[in-house]
């Protein structure tokens, strides 16, 4: 069993940056997925970034260049750095790592961003 705790959320201006965190209980150094989720109220979970086996990084369309996702092994903690935000980025935040066939899911973080 893993237990994944997200912080850094908050409220934000537009064009602002916030900084995600992850901690999990284990070591997080041979899972198979690690990610961050959002879902806005009356939307769908939607996957917005992830690093998967080998270290590749996946970021969905609307957040690249902007979002950046990073583990520290060390730390068994995975980041998100989020700059150049915008309204359309609120939402809660999630966590989410795959060791072998089970997934864990943090409670979520929310941020917020004002125009």
């Known amino acids: 069993q893993v237990q994944l705790v997200e912080s850094g959320g908050g409220l934000v201006q537009a064009g602002g940056s916030l900084r995600l965190s992850c901690a999990a209980s284990?070591?997080?150094?041979?899972?198979?997925?690690l990610g961050w989720y959002r879902q806005a109220p009356g939307k769908q979970r939607e996957l917005v970034a992830a690093?998967?086996?080998?270290?590749?990084?996946n970021y969905a369309d609307f957040v690249k260049g902007r979002f950046t996702i990073s583990r520290d092994n060390a730390k068994n903690t995975l980041y998100l750095q989020m700059n150049s935000l915008k309204p359309e980025d609120t939402a809660v935040y999630y966590c989410?790592?795959?060791?072998?066939?089970?997934?864990?899911w943090g409670q979520g973080t929310q941020v917020t961003v004002s125009s």
């Open positions: 989410k790592i795959v060791r072998g066939f089970s997934g864990y």
């Open positions: 284990g070591s997080i150094f041979s899972v198979n997925f």
């Open positions: 690093i998967i086996s080998g270290g590749i990084t």
